[in-house]
């Protein structure tokens, strides 16, 4: 029920998925009499799909606090069915202050994991690259930073397919005495563990779009501003190109020659292609899609979300806190392979 064309979007989108993932199941919570009229128009989506009643529904002015009291809207209900192993994951375009205070008190961090961060994906000019945190944590020490690379270690092999991310560790300079203690010493741990061969160092600004290295680790102040100034500096991109190509007779003709590569470039940098940033280090997978997206948008975040599920993203979490000696507790959740997802 979130987004802001909910529930046609997400709908939509689901039978974009089913189509994508056939052996996928899905738990609808919502509405249940506005969404059975709704799924019986979508035939490869109601295939799939089953619903679950929820009486609420969190708005997005709704205040995390106030979330916290709604036991039976849509989100919490499928937060859950994913604590109650009924679901494997949770894809959902609503509240994300909801969504991540939710997510963090009733599914919990994993064993080993202090702080659960944001991950997501951004185009670079050698492909796609994976950056945390990107809010969830304002102020971090030595320990989440460490985790963020094993995290975002693992969630490059798993979503995108990479053998070997190379990792970088964002700072005000690339020299190891630039920074403060903390990312230094945080650089000094990655270096020593086992994917130290594969830790770049200390990267700048500019190396996220450069595509210097596959993951981006800094903390959650820092990320979101980076975050917004690139997502800030897309739209202005795009407007200026508009501009350009509208002043005149001479412009609009340029326009119809250079409009096969713009088409291509436009595809490139379509925010529907990186829709669906992660909540990674919790008990399980939780993708949080853009309100404002489309179908398509919503599809690409299940994808992600399946990709997570079927490559076993917080298994590989485990193995590698092992490794450097970070899994302090026991536990976890053991039915990750479920291809099962619910949307809220």
């Known amino acids: 029920m979130g987004g802001d064309n909910a529930p046609d979007m997400v709908l939509d989108g689901l039978e974009l998925a089913a189509e994508r993932h056939p052996k996928a199941r899905f738990l609808l919570f919502g509405?249940?009499?506005?969404?059975?009229?709704?799924?019986?128009?979508?035939r490869r989506a109601k295939a799939v799909c089953s619903i679950r009643h929820a009486a609420e529904t969190i708005t997005n002015e709704m205040k995390p606090t106030v979330a916290l009291r709604s036991r039976q809207s849509s989100m919490r209900l499928a937060i859950d069915a994913v604590a109650n192993k009924e679901a494997a994951g949770l894809v959902s375009a609503g509240n994300t202050g909801a969504l991540l205070t939710l997510a963090k008190i009733v599914?919990?961090?994993?064993?080993?994991?202090?702080?659960?961060?944001?991950?997501?994906?951004?185009?670079?000019?050698?492909?796609?690259v994976v950056m945390l945190d990107l809010g969830a944590n304002v102020r971090c020490d030595v320990r989440n930073l460490v985790e963020f690379a094993i995290m975002g270690d693992a969630?490059?092999?798993?979503?995108?397919?990479?053998?070997?991310?190379?990792?970088?560790?964002?700072?005000?300079?690339?020299?190891e005495m630039k920074g403060d203690d903390t990312v230094r010493q945080a650089a000094e741990i990655l270096r020593a563990s086992h994917i130290g061969?594969?830790?770049?160092?200390?990267?700048?600004?500019h190396d996220i779009t450069a595509g210097t290295t596959d993951v981006v680790v800094t903390d959650g102040f820092t990320g979101n501003v980076a975050l917004k100034t690139g997502e800030g500096a897309l739209k202005l991109i795009g407007e200026l190109l508009r501009?350009?190509?509208?002043?005149?007779?001479?412009?609009?003709?340029?326009y119809?020659?250079?409009?096969?590569?713009?088409?291509?470039?436009?595809?490139?940098?379509?925010?529907?292609?990186?829709?669906?940033?992660v909540m990674v280090g919790l008990n399980g997978v939780v993708v949080k899609s853009h309100g404002g997206t489309d179908a398509k948008g919503f599809a690409h975040a299940v994808d992600v979300a399946m990709d997570m599920v079927v490559h076993r993203f917080n298994d590989h979490i485990r193995e590698d806190l092992a490794r450097i000696g970070l899994d302090k507790r026991s536990g976890g959740d053991k039915n990750e392979g479920d291809r099962r997802l619910a949307t809220a």
């Open 107 to 128: 599914l919990k961090s994993l064993p080993g994991i202090d702080r659960p961060a944001m991950a997501g994906i951004a185009p670079s000019a050698r492909g796609d």
């Open 155 to 175: 969630f490059a092999r798993t979503v995108l397919g990479l053998t070997a991310p190379s990792i970088g560790l964002l700072n005000v300079g690339a020299e």
């Open 197 to 205: 061969p594969r830790f770049h160092g200390f990267v700048e600004g």
């Open 31 to 42: 509405d249940q009499s506005v969404l059975t009229g709704a799924l019986a128009k979508r």
């Open 256 to 277: 119809l020659l250079a409009r096969p590569g713009l088409d291509r470039l436009r595809e490139w940098l379509d925010p529907r292609r990186y829709n669906g940033a």
């Open 243 to 254: 501009q350009v190509f509208t002043r005149g007779i001479a412009s609009k003709i340029a």
